[in-house]
């Protein structure tokens, strides 16, 4: 089982959901490049241009360790490097478990899709964090987190983003919002399960509904929890979500 942490975070953010698979699972966690502990040097702008450079990551691990049949878990923007890695090398995956999944975070009225963003709330959100990625940090880390009654929560996802490096968190952040994947959930043959939270600013209910309407074999499962991180916010309704489905 691979789990594969979202933006800004690092396998850290596994921390309370990981352990009730060890028993029947073999856990693999790790840091996308410029995350946590991961080595700086081995970025490079072409490679990580797209989001096909995070997947071959996910691939090289599966490679290197010799791991088949995964399940693979990923969140906010690693369930798309997900679906990516499973389409190039679908016979290396069992299972995916998609958390608070967005192929598309702008909106397009031509194609009557609905991603949460227009184009100029993008542009100032990532003008925002060119200038001040320290303070937009503090800023978006609540609002993404969500439970504003749990402001300990939301100080867990900014010191979190604060770890990660400033200018590979500046290029990600426009690979990771300005990225297209619609035409992949089409490519999908792995089975899916999709975790959707309530309230999520990142990536609404009528994104998770478009994610499970056009990608095959996918099972959608609608959670309590709210926010876009229920791996620290509802850790056990997720845990169950997963276990169930499995």
Sequence with gaps: MVFAHGYGCDQNMWRLVAPAFADTYRLVLFDHVGNGKSDLSAYHDDRYSTLDGYADDVLEILHE???????????????????????????????LVLIGPSPRYINEPADGYLGGFTHADLDSLLDSLDSNYLGW?????????????????????????????PEI???????TFLADNRDDLLKLRTPSLILQCTDDVIAPTFVGDYVHKHTAGSTMVYMNATGHCPNLSAPEETIDAIKSWL
């Design 65 to 95: 360790n010799d791991l088949w049949d995964v399940v693979f878990v990923g969140h906010s923007v690693s369930s798309m490097i997900g679906i990516i890695a499973a389409i190039k090398e679908p016979e290396r995956f069992a299972k």
């Design 169 to 175: 968190a500046k290029k990600f952040a426009r690979v």
């Design 137 to 165: 940090s503090s800023q978006m880390a609540p609002v993404i987190m969500g439970n504003p009654e749990r402001p300990e929560l939301g100080e867990e996802l900014t010191n979190s983003f604060c770890r990660t490096d």
